[in-house]
């Protein structure tokens, strides 16, 4: 917070003569060089010191000074609103004379505009960027573009102000920077109001990809008492509940301390107000105006509007407005703008909405979501109907896909003047939309909307293709019941009309609506007949849908022959530019590659994929996706990293039941091969979040999971009643990989009659008497549970220390524990303990000595000097830095300090904790001002 110098009296005018003299913008362009500046140092260091922010500041400092020599980095600067994160780096930003600085900020509007710091940036490089923005550029080359800026002289210091409001295209900016910014020489600020960002929030997830040897981090702390006594007294104002009242919110005090009322306001609210009233009438309205101007009013929009002269402008900022350099005006702070635009009455908002709007919608290049918003707020219906399409449109070309779900929904509720056929497309556009973002129901929801409308008007081709989407969406959704109904009613529907596209987008969902129900044999038969129908139209887009669901059908049936329609399908759809058809392929080519355990291959689809839609902001997909990582991880044995993706997936409110519920499978599966607590608990709810009809599958992949629960604390009993009932549902159906994995379970229970023919090879091996085969091939996979667990329950004492040594480093407690009691039984000699509880429920189980030696690594310090400090021999050091190697798989030091890091950050989320600091903290060295990383 910026205070005044040594008298109190002088604190409102020297910041006021600040903002005049250097006319900083802190909401849009703020690009500060030496010669423009002068002694403006000197200036702020007299006039505009800061209290209680000198850590802050140096921090800063430090961490600009190392990006210089070329270790850039971002520091993630948080707090809540008006605690003085804009006057910090405002502060900050005036001490680099001789540096670069660009500033851009995301706009607080109802839908915010696309990559809108971008375009503040770009208006103060105006160079490549400017005009990789204006030429409508594509993502990487804009992406490509802004990166080139951070680059281009050394110590530049790049700003990112008020981050809880960026959209999706502005979090994967960040992204990509943030993946980049070691290579570069600049110091990447990233603000953001963590009141305002909870574990959902979708900036949670985005800091949660980058890097974290990378990034530094500063939690803003109110005011202390004393601070803000020193502030009331500096005013004349003692008051003894004025920290009480604020909370120590640096904004909240200078508010109630500028006004002129004998008692301090309880609100933001009655504090502006009380300074409004003391302005002129024609200062009040360009104060009205610019309150409901998100960001800032440019000038010749203020001209156009009030058509005030400089005096008054002048006076309008003695209530907390800025101006910058353009002669664009803004409030300093969003909480005072939003507090006076509260204050309006509706026609007085109208009435100014619709001013801003004519003038806007007479100049070119406005953007449609700015265009669409003031049209909203002046209740235009048409004006509404003409920009939000268009914005929408435009936010999903840029895969803001959440922003065009709101630009569609803002249309729909102007849809009373609308036709009946507009109407229905926009109902269809919202609903595409939210399934692309996994908000199945609010696209069943409009479908059904747009349903009614087609029926009502008669067209047929219309209705069927509306219930196929429907089908469709309700199998996402997990309601199976629903989606054959919706499909059955759409062949129903198309069949009677002559051959189309939609009757073979019909038949491609019949095919999927048998392999969820365990047909692959009726799903290969509908499958062929989509490709069939869609050669003969000629269209590739169809047609790699229908290739995409004919080689997982005979995938199904191990024909090999399908992995050729799934790899023809990915082809059709990139060399179309269907991007939704690339998604879907990628996603059922990772899927099959790991129920055939092709590993590697699957590894690659996924990696490919989640790059994919994560630059196209296709929720959907890359939820699948994510899972799809998580199942690999688990069976490959990496389950921290399966766990880290589980987690990010799971504390997302916005995923699918048809998601979650097989993530949460996976979870509870490796909890409890891991003993940890609750282990059951993801079970239950993945039961409780079917619906009235279970897919085959998934009912047969809990017995599985719960089969394996009882044979781990020995009761062979509970191990027959958990696998038999779906074994026998299963007994009848193509499903080898399942239907082995439960017979090998009631084979080692000894309830297995009759060994079935048709199941996965290792399964059949086992059950056959040849367990050492079906270890080969469980080793071959890169399998290691399942591997260490035919050595465990076949092998002599060679096989069962080799799993023994298998199951610790898994983590595979519970296994573990019985394979040591049977070789106690056995009489084996020498049997090792095995790890710790302490060290089992570490998350990346080391030991304590491990974990503090790992925290002395990330101070930087020599293994020497971590033995004198530690009282132990550098040898000993020795042999626990290479332990920590080995445990976390990584080759050097500094990978293993970054590897913690990135564990230590999930299960602070996991745990609803703030984002830690990033550098690991000492217990012997607190701040107040950082968040602690639990050790």
């Not at 509007?305 to 008054?312: H, K, L, Y």
């Not at 069927?464 to 009613?489: F, K, Q, V």
Request: hydrophobic letters at 45%; a neutral charge; proline letters at 4%.
């Amino acid at each position: 917070m910026s205070v005044g110098g040594p008298n109190a009296a002088s604190f409102r005018a020297n910041s006021e003569k600040f903002q005049r003299d250097f006319k900083i913008n802190l909401h849009g362009a703020f690009n500060i060089d030496a010669g423009s500046l002068g002694n403006f140092p000197q200036r702020i260091s007299s006039s505009m010191a800061l209290l209680e922010r000198e850590e802050c500041l140096a921090d800063l400092t430090a961490w600009l000074g190392s990006a210089v020599n070329y270790e850039g980095s971002i520091a993630l600067v948080c707090g809540e609103a008006g605690i003085g994160k804009t006057a910090l780096l405002r502060a900050f930003a005036g001490r680099q004379r001789d540096r670069r600085v660009l500033w851009g900020t995301c706009d607080a509007m109802a839908t915010p505009r696309a990559l809108a710091p971008l375009h503040d940036i770009a208006r103060q490089t105006r160079g490549a960027l400017l005009a990789a923005i204006v030429s409508g550029g594509s993502r990487d080359a804009v992406f490509s573009a802004a990166l080139d800026e951070l680059d281009r002289d050394r110590g530049a210091l790049v700003v990112l102000e008020d981050m809880q409001w960026a959209d999706e295209p502005t979090l994967d900016l960040l992204r990509f920077l943030g993946r980049r910014i070691h290579l570069t020489c600049a110091l990447l600020v990233v603000t953001y109001r963590d009141d305002e960002t909870g574990q959902h929030h979708p900036l949670r997830a985005a800091i949660g990809d980058l890097p974290r040897a990378s990034t530094r981090s500063i939690l803003i702390p109110p005011l202390s008492e004393f601070a803000v006594t020193q502030l009331a007294n500096q005013r004349g104002r003692p008051l003894d509940d004025l920290h009480a009242i604020t909370g120590g919110n640096p904004f909240l005090v200078i508010e109630a301390l500028a006004t002129e009322a004998g008692t301090v306001p309880l609100s933001v609210r009655d504090a502006m107000l009380a300074r409004l009233a003391r302005l002129s009438p024609a200062t009040r309205e360009l104060a009205e105006l610019v309150s409901i101007i998100p960001g800032s009013a440019e000038s010749w929009l203020i001209d156009a509007a009030v058509r005030m002269d400089d005096a008054e402008i002048e006076a309008c900022l003695s209530i907390g407005l800025v101006r910058d350099d353009d002669g664009a005006v803004a409030f300093r702070h969003d909480l005072a703008r939003r507090a006076l635009e509260a204050s309006l009455s509706p026609a007085r908002r109208r009435s100014l909405h619709h001013r801003v709007l004519s003038i806007l919608a007479s100049r070119p290049s406005i953007a449609a979501a700015r265009l669409a918003h003031h049209a909203d707020g002046a209740r235009n219906a048409q004006a509404v109907l003409r920009f939000a399409p268009a914005a929408a449109l435009h936010a999903a070309s840029v895969g803001a896909r959440r922003e065009a779900v709101s630009f569609y929904e803002l249309g729909l509720r102007y849809a009373a003047d609308l036709g009946a056929r507009e109407c229905a497309h926009l109902h269809e556009q919202l609903s595409h939309e939210c399934a692309l973002t996994d908000q199945h129901e609010r696209a069943i929801e409009a479908r059904r909307s747009a349903l009614a409308i087609w029926r009502a008007s008669m067209d047929r081709i219309k209705e069927g293709e509306t219930l196929r989407c429907l089908s469709s969406l309700s199998l996402r959704a997990g309601d199976l019941a629903a989606a054959s109904e919706y499909g059955a009613a759409t062949l129903q529907m198309l069949e009677t009309l002559p051959p189309q596209a939609e009757l073979s987008m019909a038949y491609c969902n019949r095919a999927e609506l048998d392999l969820e129900s365990c047909q692959p044999e009726s799903a290969l038969e509908w499958s062929q007949r989509a490709v069939a129908l869609a050669n003969t139209l000629g269209c590739e887009r169809i047609l790699a849908h229908a290739l995409s669901t004919l080689g997982t059908a005979r995938l199904t049936f191990r024909d090999s022959s399908g992995w050729g329609d799934l790899d023809a399908s990915l082809e059709l759809a990139l060399r179309g530019a269907d991007q939704e058809e690339v998604a879907c392929a990628y996603t059922r080519l990772a899927a099959m590659a790991i129920v055939h355990r092709r590993y590697a291959k699957a590894s690659l689809c996924v990696s490919a994929g989640l790059a994919y839609c994560a630059q196209r902001g296709f929720d959907s997909f890359g939820w699948d996706l994510l899972a799809l990582r998580a199942r690999l991880r688990f069976e490959q044995g990496d389950w921290n990293g399966a766990r880290q993706d589980l987690e990010a997936l799971l504390q997302s409110s916005c995923t699918a039941s048809s998601t979650r519920i097989p993530a949460l499978q996976i979870l509870g599966h490796l909890r409890i091969r891991r003993g940890d607590a609750e282990g059951g608990a993801p079970l239950e709810e993945a039961w409780s979040l079917e619906g009235p009809t279970v897919p085959p599958q998934r009912m047969a992949a809990l017995a599985a999971i719960r089969a394996e629960a009882a044979w781990l604390v020995g009761n062979r009993e509970s191990v027959i009643r958990e696998a038999e009932p779906a074994y026998e549902l299963l007994r009848s159906k193509r499903e080898p990989g399942m239907k082995g994995e439960l017979a090998a379970w009631l084979w080692r229970a000894g309830a297995l009659s009759v060994p079935p023919t048709d199941i996965e090879e290792p399964y059949a091996l086992e059950i056959g008497g040849d367990w050492r085969g079906a270890a080969r091939l469980w080793q071959g996979f890169g399998c290691p549970y399942e591997y260490a667990s035919l050595l465990a329950c076949h092998g002599a004492e060679p096989e069962q220390r080799a799993a023994l040594t298998i199951f610790e480093q898994i983590g595979a407690a519970p296994a573990a524990r019985v394979l040591r009691r049977r070789m106690r039984v056995q009489a084996v000699r020498g049997v090792p303990r095995g790890s710790r509880l302490s060290t089992r429920r570490h998350p990346l189980g080391l030991t304590r000595r491990q974990a503090e030696i790992l925290g002395l690594l990330s101070d930087g310090l020599r293994n020497s000097v971590i033995a004198k400090r530690l009282f132990v021999s550098t040898k000993t050091v020795d042999h626990h830095v290479s332990a920590i190697l080995a445990k976390l798989g990584v080759p050097s030091r500094a990978q293993a300090v970054a590897r913690a890091h990135r564990q230590l950050y999930v299960e602070t989320l996991a745990n609803r904790r703030e984002p830690p600091n990033l550098r690991l903290q000492r217990h012997d060295a607190p701040s107040a001002r950082r968040i602690q990383i639990p050790r």
